[in-house]
């Protein structure tokens, strides 16, 4: 084809046809151009073809970790929610702002207390889209940014969780100092004299330390439910976007 081509304007050059030439030049460039032109429209098409793809297997990925770290936010609600919910019981017990309970209820309360958890995040997709310097593929704004923030938009659940687990250690460390909880083996074995029991309600420092089982899971639950309501309006978009894919 380059040879059919300089063949014509070696004819009209030798034929001294200058303004045949320079347009057939002129034409010859122009076509070249919508060629290029074209060629860069199809590349940048199987561009976006292939982005497309990825973007919504990076979706589809993306749903899932969100819908296991939904079910994982149901456990350490419960579990938080429990604890502080326990140890209240503790202190208002001993304000008597509560009604006498037995042996039995105390220890559950008391073990309860002990009780420490983490959200366990999945962050497969996340760290992949990250890793791979994929972000951009992902078109969705709210989206995009949610990927590229996810772990800074955790970081305040994890400080918070490090403040429970200290207090956690804390709270444990006391009481092994005045409860037999080596014979903790679960609901009914542990046996608490009503001295033991008084005596632990009328300790300054047990009762700090219950005051300090309070807080952190309580600031913790309030973080895990708003925490669920983002991953649930991630899920939405996510659906849409898949939608009109």
Same mark, same amino acid.
């Given at each position: 084809?380059?040879?059919?081509?300089?063949?014509?304007?070696?004819?009209?050059?030798?034929?001294?046809?200058?303004?045949?030439?320079?347009?057939?030049?002129?034409?010859?460039?122009?076509?070249?151009?919508?060629?290029?032109?074209?060629?860069?429209?199809? $590349?940048?098409?199987?561009?976006?073809?292939?982005?497309?793809?990825?973007?919504?297997?990076?979706?589809?990925?993306?749903?899932?970790?969100?819908?296991? $770290?939904?079910?994982?936010?149901?456990?350490?609600?419960?579990?938080?929610?429990?604890?502080?919910n326990v140890s209240d019981s503790i202190l208002k017990l001993q304000r008597g702002e509560l009604k006498d309970f037995d042996s039995k209820t105390f220890i559950s309360?008391?073990?309860?207390?002990?009780?420490?958890?983490?959200?366990?995040?999945?962050?497969?997709?996340?760290?992949?889209?990250?890793?791979?310097?994929?972000?951009?593929?992902?078109?969705?704004?709210?989206?995009?940014?949610?990927?590229?923030?996810?772990?800074?938009?955790?970081?305040?659940?994890?400080?918070?969780?490090?403040?429970?687990?200290?207090?956690?250690?804390?709270?444990?460390?006391?009481?092994?100092?005045?409860?037999?909880?080596?014979?903790?083996?679960?609901?009914?074995?542990?046996?608490?004299?009503?001295?033991?029991?008084?005596?632990?309600?009328?300790?300054?420092?047990?009762?700090?330390?219950?005051?300090?089982?309070?807080?952190?899971?309580?600031?913790?639950?309030?973080?895990? $439910?708003?925490?669920?309501?983002?991953?649930?309006?991630?899920?939405?978009?996510?659906?849409?976007?898949?939608?009109? $894919?």
């Open positions: 084809m380059i040879k059919f081509f300089r063949r014509i304007r070696q004819n009209l050059f030798m034929e001294n046809k200058t303004g045949k030439y320079l347009k057939y030049a002129i034409g010859e460039i122009i076509l070249v151009v919508i060629g290029i032109l074209i060629a860069l429209s199809i $590349n940048n098409w199987n561009e976006g073809r292939k982005n497309s793809i990825k973007e919504i297997q990076f979706l589809k990925s993306f749903k899932v970790d969100l819908l296991a $770290n939904k079910e994982e936010l149901k456990r350490v609600i419960e579990k938080t929610e429990i604890t502080f309360c008391m073990m309860n207390a002990t009780g420490f958890t983490v959200y366990k995040t999945q962050e497969g997709t996340v760290q992949d889209i990250l890793g791979s310097g994929s972000l951009d593929v992902i078109k969705n704004d709210s989206i995009r940014l949610a990927v590229g923030s996810w772990v800074a938009n955790l970081k305040d659940i994890r400080e918070w969780e490090k403040l429970d687990k200290t207090a956690t250690d804390k709270y444990y460390e006391h009481l092994i100092q005045h409860v037999d909880i080596y014979k903790f083996e679960g609901e009914g074995s542990l046996i608490l004299e009503d001295s033991t029991k008084e005596f632990l309600l009328n300790d300054r420092m047990f009762l700090n330390r219950i005051a300090d089982r309070i807080l952190p899971p309580r600031v913790l639950n309030f973080m895990y $439910n708003e925490e669920i309501n983002k991953l649930e309006r991630l899920l939405n978009l996510i659906d849409s976007e898949l939608e009109n $894919n």
